[in-house]
DNA sequence: ATGGTGGGACACCCA
């Protein structure tokens, strides 16, 4: 099963480089964040005609928004309202495998402001308290840590190693890259033992991104990205994951996302 | 130290 994570950036603009991931990549499962689109506005058509007759999503007009779409059934579908801010920043959905059920949690977290200060930023805090309700909400499944098969993927909005971003010196004190963020997203990964897919299959010491900001003469010439999207699998998971990449050609599609799409290859028959 | 570029909705928010 080829699951791939992407914040798209706006679902209804961008849903012919959809189709340029399907044709390229030909993925089973894709969860898509800020789709910036309603439910009832969502363009359903077109990914049922790309193959993908499943579909849960929770969209609110103008911000955020996530969906996930699927070549196979969608067993059921549940959101958890975060911060109870009435957002769509995740959306769960359940499949059945031949190994048992499979989860996948699709998240938009929150970005933060420009100030990584709760006090003084609203963002700061709502991004602060969106983790410490995530990493409750998975601490309660730890008894079951074992057994489950769980997929936590997408827009994290936090770059934590050294290499995950062009300059952690530069970026030390930048929302994304401080500490308090990456010792949150450390906590959240404890919570269940996540396996953080990417540092597998590349090494910790080779810089890796996911997202280079619209703000750059030459994304690519500049390289200064960071590895703000993620795929974590629970540690049943692990010994099934065969292959991962982060399709950098994507941010240099015509009228490309800033973030880049990321797929892993999980053998679950 | 600053500002650069993109979304969506409707004059400015968000990234």
């Known amino acids: 099963m080829r699951i791939v994570?992407?914040?798209i950036n706006s679902v209804r603009l961008r849903a012919p480089l959809v189709e340029k991931l399907v044709a390229e990549i030909s993925p089973d499962v894709i969860c898509l964040?800020?789709?910036k689109c309603p439910n009832d506005s969502f363009p359903e058509k077109i990914m049922h005609k790309l193959g993908y007759p499943h579909i849960a999503k929770n969209g609110v007009k103008g911000y955020h928004g996530v969906a996930t779409l699927s070549r196979v059934?969608?067993?059921e579908s549940h959101i958890v309202d975060y911060c109870k801010k009435g957002d769509g920043r995740h959306i769960e959905t359940i499949f059945d495998t031949a190994s048992g059920p499979l989860s996948v949690h699709n998240f938009y977290v929150p970005a933060g402001g420009d100030e990584p200060d709760p006090e003084i930023n609203e963002k700061?805090?709502?991004k602060m308290a969106f983790l410490a309700q995530m990493t409750k909400i998975f601490k309660a499944q730890a008894k079951q840590k074992t057994k489950l098969q769980s997929v936590i993927l997408g827009d994290f909005n936090i770059a934590p190693g050294e290499h995950d971003v062009w300059s952690s010196k530069a970026l030390k004190n930048t929302v994304s890259h401080t500490p308090i963020e990456i010792e949150k997203l450390a906590a959240l990964q404890a919570t269940l033992d996540w396996d953080d897919v990417a540092r597998r299959f590349v090494p910790p010491e080779e810089k890796l991104y996911?997202?280079?900001s619209y703000r750059a003469r030459d994304w690519a010439a500049s390289n200064r990205g960071r590895r703000l999207d993620h795929i974590w699998v629970t540690p049943k998971l692990t010994d099934k994951v065969k292959d991962y990449q982060i399709l950098t050609d994507g941010r240099g599609w015509e009228?490309?996302?800033?973030?880049?799409p990321l797929w892993i290859d999980l053998d679950v028959g």
């Open 33 to 35: 964040q800020e789709t």
């Open 73 to 75: 059934p969608i067993v």
């Open 255 to 260: 009228r490309p996302s800033d973030h880049a």
């Open 5 to 7: 994570s992407w914040n």
């Open 210 to 212: 996911s997202w280079w």
């Open 124 to 126: 700061f805090a709502h």
